[in-house]
């Protein structure tokens, strides 16, 4: 059975992601998914503190992955698919990458904006690190 990571950040390019490896499950076989949430690690320093501490930022991150799961959650599950989740903190590419490791995954799938090949050399964006850092096949979904 062939496990795959998919990052969800909430937005309707990772559902497409979701969906596509729906696809993947009905048409090649089961899948396992990995569900993650990737989250920068909040910098908390100097006047910011006053208004924001640690805990709030965890608690605040943990409430958007908790969104970003529950409509990716319900589609797995409505399609049979079995799936497991995390939250990581830490850059995000590299915390993606890094999770399809640890999970044993043998690829991941992940939305993408659409932005044109041009736009990416100049602004660059998490897919196109993902696909440089990941040791496993990277499938972008537009």
Known sequence: MHKLLI???????ALRAVR????????NGPITVH???A???PEIYGEIAVYVTRERMA???????EAA?????????????????????GHIAEAIAQSAERAGCDGIVMGTRGM???GNLVMGS???????????PVTLVK
Do not use: M, W
């Open 7 to 13: 990052p969800l950040d909430g937005s309707d390019n």
């Open 20 to 27: 596509y490896a729906i696809g993947l499950a009905r048409s």
């Open 35 to 37: 569900l993650v949430s």
């Open 39 to 41: 989250h920068e690690e």
């Open 59 to 65: 608690e605040l991150q943990q409430k958007h992955s």
């Open 69 to 89: 799961f529950a409509t990716a959650e319900k589609l797995l599950a409505d399609a049979g698919v079995a799936f497991s989740r995390e939250i990581v903190t």
């Open 116 to 118: 044109s090949a041009i």
């Open 126 to 136: 998490v897919a196109n690190k993902v696909v440089h850092l990941a040791r496993v």
